[in-house]
DNA sequence: ATAGTTACCGGAAGAGCATTCCACTTCCGT
DNA sequence: ACGGAAGTGGAATGCTCTTCCGGTAACTAT
């Protein structure tokens, strides 16, 4: 993950902001952003272990920070929450060229698919706050498909180059399908989908060869 | 998803000794039978101004009771919850054999099935409550399928013999729908789902003349 | 009808959490 | 190294949930 992290304010880091109202080219002091970080990691096991409703306070202490840090930074939960699953996606469609530089391309592909349907998995809880009809969560499903696509894009373009897999895949319909896999189960049917993935990913080399294969 | 046809028997009485425990239901003071249905009012009334996450104390003082009361009668908030959500449930059930009496068949049937898209689209709150995986309303769709499907399949029967209503319709398929129709919909989408229910009203006639109409 | 026996009511008290505020600390440019 | 500004921490405030118990009103036996 690259240091991104605006926190409330979605800005700062490399970018000037010429669009920006004259607003705040002001960089982030280093122990701030180091705070943020923090905040951010401590946010993400809180909330796995206790759920997004858990005290500030227990992020806060498990971050080293004061309550009031978490405050400067994150005024609303919806911010902590959002930040969380910005860096969660970036980490996962970032994880993209990593694997295509590390291995054959289609072992690239399934392994990241792999961590793909990983994130989509263990994220009930945050994707239930998330579809609550919170308007502040209204920029993520779109945040997640502009980092996706690309990224999964360019794993199919290589992977299809090299003949291991067929060529009528479209990024967003298999990001979806496998998304879509996950939304029924609870906690218990995780290993279910799990495996339905492995056969939808199977279903992609199926075409390589064969041509094409049923709906 | 299989939903499952829990039994909703569950009642309040509770048998306390083994000595006698047939025959003592013990009936309700009448005071306390009376705060009961005071509170149900007021926190139908609350969770739909305010969300169901609003104060204790609110829907407490709205009924004209103390907070006190209401813990006794409700520990949990989902109890409440529940109750509120069973007793639309009976409501909206106990109004087909009314309109029944009142109307004809088919206009029996066309009032139901708004009464029951009322029910539905006004609950976006709750129903989102009752998703959210707390085993405490497991028993919840159970109880619905258990009232509405008996419920329209009389009203069906009814118009049905009488000529104006085709006869291929499924009660589950319909409430199903009709449900199904409100899902995606926010605050503002109510509108377009109402004229969406309208139409699959008026496709129920469509049929009695012409036999089979599209899908 | 009356007195006795409960079940029930109500709100005050205790505890926990969210959020604010400001004196103090730490960083950065010069 | 120094001064100013950004950032920090945690005490203080207010709100809410939940419990508890003295008082009250409803049933019951006579």
Redesign the interface.
Known sequence: MTENTAAAGADSTTSAGPGAPAGTPRRLRADAQRNIDSLLQAAKAVFTTSGVDAPAKEIADQAGVGVGTLYRHFPQRSDLVKSVLQREIDACADAAPALAASHEPGAALTNWLHRYAELVASK??LA?ALH??DPAFDELPGYFWQRFEPALASLLEAATASGEIRADINPKDLLYAIASLFV?M?DDGVAYSQRMVGLLIDGLRYGAEAGQSRC
Chains 1, 2 share one sequence.
Request: hydrophobic share 0%; aromatic share 0%; proline share 29%.
């Open positions: 009930p809880r239930k609550s009809g029924p609870g």
